[in-house]
């Protein structure tokens, strides 16, 4: 089945601990980018890359890094979470640039 | 300004009554559009993707886009209450991130 997955579904964490969601395709997609959902906000991008080794930031990127050494995966790292971070994060795929994106379940991240 | 507004609602309907939903958006250099569908505490779902002006349909839902006043539309026919959801609209240029609406939640009720 063609999916996005993400890990973990749920995490509670506390402020400087450092930690990592991880974000995989099955579909050979070659862009892979991270939202982050907020009430009133809606989604907004955190990173995105283009292909392998290739990354840019989105409209949100402070606090966060990203790193795509296969094509397949495109984690997301918290270096050190914030309170602020908390936050419903999303990964997507789509074929190409401007393609049809396709989502994963989400991660509720909440940060104390 | 926000690149892509869109209502947020809610917006409540009842059974079978067609659904209007609605964005602007700011970038004339915007190419492609989509709707996506998002259901409590599941990831967003693409309905739609449109690459020019004009109307196109699947099924009960069309996606309406007029580039001349930077309008996007998703009308759905015969609403079902499992169409109850948000909805979000989506635009993006070329190798540009995609931008998103604030999404407009809605119920139909049955």
């Known amino acids: 089945e063609a999916q996005v997955t993400q890990n973990p579904r749920y995490l509670i964490t506390v402020t400087g601990k450092k930690l990592t969601v991880t974000c995989s395709q099955n579909m050979n997609h070659e862009y892979m980018s991270w939202y982050r959902q907020d009430p009133g906000l809606g989604l907004r991008q955190i990173y995105y890359s283009m292909n392998v080794e290739v990354t840019d930031k989105g409209d949100v990127p402070e606090g966060y890094k990203v790193s795509r050494k296969e094509k397949r995966n495109f984690p997301l790292i918290l270096e050190s979470p914030s309170p602020n971070q908390t936050s419903l994060y999303f990964c997507a795929s789509s074929l190409w640039t401007g393609g049809e994106q396709y989502f994963g379940p989400g991660t509720r991240l909440t940060v104390t | 300004q926000k690149e892509v507004e869109q209502d947020p609602g809610p917006l409540s309907v009842p059974e079978g009554a067609i659904v209007s939903l609605n964005c602007t958006y700011s970038n004339s250099a915007f190419q492609y559009f989509m709707w996506y569908r998002q259901y409590s505490r599941k990831g967003p779902e693409l309905l739609m993707y449109?690459?020019?002006?004009g109307n196109k349909e699947d099924g009960r839902f069309t996606a309406q886009v007029d580039k001349s006043s930077k309008y996007i539309s998703l009308f759905i026919r015969d609403s079902q209450p499992s169409d109850s959801a948000t909805y979000l609209c989506g635009s993006g240029q070329g190798a540009q991130k995609l931008v998103f609406g604030q999404g407009t939640r809605l119920t139909i009720n049955p």
């Open positions: 449109t690459y020019s002006s």
